[in-house]
């Protein structure tokens, strides 16, 4: 017979590993679905071996970009909640009668989005209504062309304004840039790219008739107003017009006794990302060596080199490591937004439309990464190389 003792402890061990087998999964499971983030904190690990803690890390972070981006997030989260988004995107899908219109509708509902409510939001809020429309009307064969149509747009849509792209919210605030200049930066590519958008739709579907069914769906005015306010508080925070001390203490309390759920829904293993990435960018920048090297290649070609640099540590890390060795704004602005498009991982976005594309179609993966890269790549060369003729004329 085995004594209390042994009994305790023999429950006390399986207790033990239970809770530690559940941890790895849980670590493996945030991994899997983070894995720009656990990217991020191993980067910063390994420069702080080289750069031991200090006070300078306090310069690193730039509280005014983590605060704009949380109080973005949060009421984007509020206004998702109570689905204002997705009445919106139906009532505009169902004012086209064909396959090819529905798609261009999704497509440019995705590139407006991300001009609103950032790139990742707008494929998170977005992309299941692409697949309930597909699947409902039986045109399954368009599914991966339009989930690349939609990453591609929300990528590039973004570019137009300071916080339709993390990076962009980054840079905007780290460089002071003016509100005229960063629009007159950015219209040429954006221009081209709702062109090269559109007539990639219109090409590539063809105008089949299709169905959709009515949703009821009935939105709160109060709420609506409410959210749309802090929406608009939270836009000019990004703009400048009023100290983002105030978005950090009105929007978080209001969402507190209106929407809780908006505040746990932010995604903050994002701004865990810029976290991380603040202090792997500022630890490599004061190593000599590297210093030395990324000041050399930006000043031979910024444009060229950041887009390339997105598509080996993506646009965001990109936009705050080569942002400490270089003062030419415009070029990495350019570099780092066209840079979101090309590979898998040049955007923490496509990272998302590929999770959700392998949910629904996991059979399928194959395919769709076979077109992600055709059209990613090719928008990739058309806009480094308009972009340089375009700088050229001017």
Known sequence: ??????????????????????????????????????????????????????????????????????????????????????????????????????????????????????????????????????????????????????????????????FGNPQNLYLYTKFAI?????????????????????????IFVKPEPLTVADEPIHLSPRRTGLYLLLFALAIAIVFRSIPYQIGLVVIPVVLFFTDKKALYDVDYPLLFTFVFFFIFAGNMARIGVVRDFFSFLLEKNTLLFSALSCQCISNVPSAILLSQFTENYRDLLLGVNIGGVGTLIASLASLITFREYSRHNPSKVARYLAVFSIFNFGFLMVLLLAVRLWQAVL
């Open 1 to 162: 017979m085995s004594s209390p003792t042994a009994v305790h402890l023999h429950r006390f061990t399986a207790t033990v590993k239970q809770n530690a087998v559940w941890s790895v999964d849980r670590l493996l499971a945030f991994s899997k679905k983070n894995p720009v983030t656990v990217i991020a904190f191993f980067a910063a690990l390994i420069t702080m071996f080289f750069v031991p803690v200090d006070h300078a890390y306090l310069g690193y972070f730039d509280c005014k970009t983590l605060t704009c981006l949380f109080c973005v997030l949060a009421v984007v989260c509020a206004l998702k909640n109570i689905r204002f988004f997705y009445l919106l995107a139906l009532k505009l899908v169902h004012c086209f009668k064909n396959a090819r219109m529905s798609v261009l509708a999704l497509v440019y509902i995705t590139f407006i989005g991300s001009m609103l409510i950032a790139n990742d939001m707008a494929l998170l809020t977005f992309l299941p209504l692409g697949y309930l429309l597909l699947s409902a009307t039986g045109k399954e064969h368009y599914m991966a062309f339009t989930f690349v149509m939609q990453n591609i747009a929300a990528n590039l849509g973004g570019m137009l304004t300071p």
């Open 178 to 202: 003016p509100n005229g200049t960063f629009l007159s930066i950015m219209a040429f590519p954006f221009a081209l790219s709702v062109v090269l958008i559109t007539v990639c739709c219109l």
